[in-house]
């Protein structure tokens, strides 16, 4: 089945350092998203990539999408105390209902 | 803005007997969805449900997992004879349509645990 594999699993860093997670698929996909999931809570929908090279940005986040769309990474700028929590990829392919996750990675930001 | 909700926040349980959870999805929408996340584990797939059938549902979901849209809001999740390995934490989410494109947005989920 398809795999989506994520990287660095844990990434702890000093408030105000940059963050850059990796999404990486096995198979070529439709689209992505990213969702944020804090600490007990729930994921949350970050945003979609559905054109391969783009690129989004919401403020901090920096989003894109490969050029194959076979891979994804998101990037923080300047990261916050609030950016705490563990990001997760998730693609779906054609002529299917469900987002098949990533592995995540979980960012701890140090004050 | 309109949330999924999921009810109850906390279910535990003996290992054997039948739970049920609840949801109810965002009101227009018409796709639903039961996600599970095992502690510390990324976020798992078991049935997505549309038009009062199951659309779609992976190798986790077998006879033992149920899904029914009882009435015109709620949407459940019923496991039949829970074991031990069936702990987890439960993801309701729901779409406006069933397109690869479409956002799913997820409830607050409910936390199984089996004793």
């Known amino acids: 089945g398809q795999q989506v594999m994520q990287i660095p699993q844990y990434q702890h860093v000093q408030e105000g350092e940059d963050f850059t997670t990796y999404c990486n698929s096995s198979t070529t996909l439709s689209n992505i998203q990213w969702y944020k999931q804090r600490p007990g809570g729930h994921p949350v929908f970050l945003i979609q990539?559905?054109?391969?090279?783009e690129v989004k940005k919401q403020k901090r986040l920096t989003f894109q999408f490969g050029e194959a769309k076979k891979n994804s990474s998101l990037h923080i700028t300047a990261t916050q105390t609030t950016d705490v929590g563990t990001y997760f990829c998730a693609v779906s392919s054609y002529n299917t209902d469900k987002l098949i996750f990533g592995t995540g990675t979980r960012l701890q930001v140090f004050p | 803005e309109p949330e999924v909700t999921q009810t109850p926040s906390h279910q535990v349980t003996q290992m054997g007997q039948e739970v049920i959870l609840r949801c109810v999805p965002i009101s227009n929408h018409l796709y639903f969805y039961w996600y599970r996340q095992i502690l510390g584990q990324k976020v798992e797939f078991l049935v997505s449900?549309?038009?009062?059938?199951?659309?779609?549902k992976s190798e986790i979901f077998d006879d033992q997992f149920s899904v029914e849209r009882p009435d015109g809001s709620n949407f459940t999740l019923k496991i039949r004879s829970t074991k031990l390995e069936d702990s987890a934490m439960y993801f309701c989410?729901?779409?406006?349509?069933?397109?690869?494109?479409?956002?799913?947005?997820f409830g607050p989920g409910t936390r199984l645990t089996v004793l």
């Open positions: 990539l559905v054109k391969s090279g």
């Open positions: 989410a729901s779409s406006e349509v069933s397109k690869s494109t479409d956002t799913q947005y």
């Open positions: 449900f549309y038009n009062n059938e199951i659309s779609e």
